[in-house]
């Protein structure tokens, strides 16, 4: 489908953020004033629109005739598709789509005029899958095509698996529209002809790999005994290729060229590190074709070509970034790339049919990014956008990498950001900032979360605990079951040690913040160690495991078998015992620091009752809580005004707590809506 593929473990995301406690008035008056005089002299506050506002420009893609780029962004206050000429780099582009919710993934198709592309419904997750004609590169919003739905119906998830390399018509999708709890496959024409099932997925398959000629050909699914199988998919019988165990990675990711071997990321047996393999399927072996050559860290994207299926590159994120050719002409391109843009991160991310064009997207810490159009044989590299040409990249702060040694003689690795204008002689407030998942990790690079809290005046302290992904499978099995009271929450906590006598931080002001798990950490973080933190916000995180496990998608069925194992079973007497002591819920009354719960209302993952009972619980003991919950959101916020308003409430509160700056202007507008997602705790009922 793409010329790069990234490795992903199938999981539910998750993200938050965690506070300290206790500071009087006084000291936290003194420290804003500390604060506002030195920024005031040395780094302007940036308006939080900069950071969250429509003008963000991701996911760039080159069309396969190389005539045109498609990105997402902002457009009538949800994330649309835009189309840009990228013959011409310096005319504008322009919205294709015009919907009110924000469109998921999308790609071209062969044809260079038709793109594909998922959306669901106000972040319920029930995606659909549409079409819409491209016309040419001038669409205006005016003349923009209307899309075509070709996955009508309620409460249907659908995903687009396979896209072929030559058919301009016919795509290949999962949907659960037989059996919720199951994806079937099946082939999509994109005119008039009906669907035709291609497989019915009777034996609990969650993935699935298509060869080069469009023959679906193995998938991935779990046994009852949980063992990873992936299966060579016969009409007569299905065949096991290739299994490891539930605590292993065994992921196929492409098909030879030959269609008679395929690609394989996996740790399976004595490996503990994710490598590259190549599968025979006649013989069953496999070859090692690429492992970070430090041995420190998991592989992380792969890139092929779309034309030939040539492997191209393989990437590795340690500290940060490293690229490894596997051709001769990408090693040269890669040399005169790395000539250009010197000590910035960059990235093939996209190309055309025949690689001449390619678009490179080049990122630091506080660069968000810059997309350029590279023609290989020209040796020309031409800029086409900045991602967020607002944020005044000289005013940002560096994010340093950082190690140090969990109590226990664990490595771990993180991330901390030091505001600009930070005196040496100055004790400053921090923010723990957690990452969600919990299994995918941090990362050198942008991140406007972190650029904003610094710019507000906090030290931002991000962490790799055990349970992050890309740091092989021990590391990461070191997490299981260790929510909350074990050794991931642990990890935190020595984060924090680690900050207070590694920085000029003042302890009585750090705050715990996340999404999803990083949300759970906090509350776990407040409730099971309330003298730590002086305040928490909570994003879409789950307060009691027992109920989040009991609520999980039926899409999530497979997935369900390694939430067992990773977290716990519900129908175990012992896991479910753990599983209460283990829940924030039930340790409420413990929360001393204030706290700030922000959640979606169709969240599927995290449903809205998750952040309900937390703070009707807080609220009943008197305890500090404020509630935002927005009508129009899942899993997050992703509409640039809740975005923006989310920000102005985080920002007043943890300048309330922990005595940081704060924008203090406010549009009537932004007023209007921070009031709308207000709610007053005592209304919530059982």
């Known amino acids: 489908m793409n010329a790069s593929k990234k490795y992903f473990r199938i999981s539910a995301a998750f993200i938050v953020m965690l506070a300290t406690e206790g500071c009087t008035l006084n000291k936290t008056n003194s420290l804003k004033r500390q604060l506002s005089s030195s920024a005031e002299t040395e780094t302007p506050l940036i308006d939080r629109a900069v950071f969250f506002d429509e003008s963000d420009i991701s996911s760039p893609k080159l069309s396969p005739d190389g005539t045109q780029v498609a990105f997402l962004r902002a457009h009538n206050g949800a994330v649309n598709i835009w189309l840009k000429d990228s013959t011409r780099p310096s005319e504008p582009a322009a919205a294709l789509t015009q919907f009110s919710d924000p469109v998921g993934s999308f790609f071209w198709m062969p044809n260079s005029t038709t793109l594909v592309f998922t959306k669901d419904n106000k972040g319920n997750e029930d995606f659909h899958i549409f079409s819409v004609n491209t016309g040419h590169s001038k669409t205006s919003p005016q003349t923009a095509p209307t899309p075509v739905d070709l996955t009508p119906g309620e409460n249907v998830h659908a995903e687009i ?21 199951a994806q079937d496959v099946w082939m999509l024409s994109l005119i008039s002809k009906p669907p035709e099932l291609i ?10 790999l298509f060869d080069r000629s469009n023959k679906l050909r193995l998938g991935v699914r779990q046994s009852k005994e949980g063992i990873n199988e992936i299966v060579l998919l016969n009409k007569e019988n299905h065949k096991t290729l290739f299994s490891c165990s539930s605590l292993e990675t065994c992921n196929p990711i492409a098909f030879h060229e030959n269609g008679k071997q395929f690609y394989l990321v996996s740790n399976a047996g004595d490996a503990d590190l994710t490598r590259l393999l190549l599968v025979d399927i006649q013989s069953q072996t496999s070859t090692v074709l690429d492992q970070d050559p430090n041995q420190k860290v998991d592989i992380a994207e792969i890139g092929f070509s779309d034309q030939t299926g040539e492997l191209l590159t393989c990437s590795y994120e ?31 991310t996209s190309r055309d049919r025949t690689s001449s064009v390619q678009l490179v997207t080049v990122t630091t810490d506080t660069n968000p990014g810059s997309t350029y159009l590279y023609k290989r044989e020209q040796k020309q590299i031409d800029l086409l956008f900045n991602h967020k040409h607002r944020i005044p990249q000289d005013q940002l702060s560096a994010m340093k990498p950082v190690n140090f040694s969990a109590r226990d003689g664990v490595e771990l690795s993180g991330y901390l950001t030091t505001p600009r204008f930070a005196d040496s002689e100055q004790k400053l407030p921090a923010v723990l900032f957690v990452h969600g998942g919990p299994w995918t990790r941090d990362t050198w690079n942008y991140n406007s979360w972190v650029q904003f809290l610094a710019n507000r005046g906090y030290l931002v302290l991000q962490v790799n605990y055990r349970g992050s992904e890309g740091f092989g499978k021990k590391f990461l099995n070191l997490g299981n079951r260790q929510w909350g009271r074990g050794t991931m929450q642990d990890d935190l906590l020595d984060a924090v040690d680690y900050l207070i006598h590694q920085t000029q931080v003042d302890q009585s002001r750090i705050a715990i ?23 928490g916000v909570d994003i879409v995180g789950p307060s009691n495991l027992i109920t989040l496990l009991n609520s999980i998608p039926p899409y999530w069925t497979e997935l369900k078998k390694m939430l067992n194992l990773r977290i716990g079973d519900v129908t175990n007497a012992d896991d479910f015992k753990r599983l209460n002591e283990q829940s924030p819920l039930n340790s409420a009354q413990n929360i001393m620091a204030p706290l700030l719960v922000i959640q979606g209302a169709n969240d599927p993952r995290v449903k809205k009752s998750e952040s309900d009972q937390i703070v009707r619980s807080l609220h009943t003991a008197k305890k500090k809580v404020e509630y935002l919950v927005a009508a129009d959101e899942g899993h997050g916020f992703s509409k640039p005004e809740n975005k923006i308003a989310m920000m102005a409430a985080i920002e007043k509160f943890l300048a309330t707590h922990l005595g940081g700056r704060s924008q203090t202007e406010t549009p009537p507008e932004l007023e209007a809506l921070l009031r709308s997602l207000k709610v007053d705790p005592a209304t919530l009922t059982e």
């Open 199 to 208: 497989f019915e997925n009777s034996g609990g398959f969650s993935g699935w």
């Open 318 to 348: 340690g500290a940060k970034k490293t690229i490894v050719a596997k051709t001769a002409a990408i090693a040269e391109d890669l040399a005169f790339l790395s000539t250009h843009f010197h000590s910035s991160q960059f990235a093939i």
């Open 161 to 181: 698996l396979h896209i072929p390399n030559k058919n301009n018509h016919t795509i290949f999708v999962g949907l659960n529209s037989r059996d919720p709890k």
């Open 513 to 535: 913040m996340g999404m999803s798990y990083g949300g759970y950490a906090t509350l776990a973080g407040l409730a099971f160690t309330p003298k730590v933190f002086a305040a």
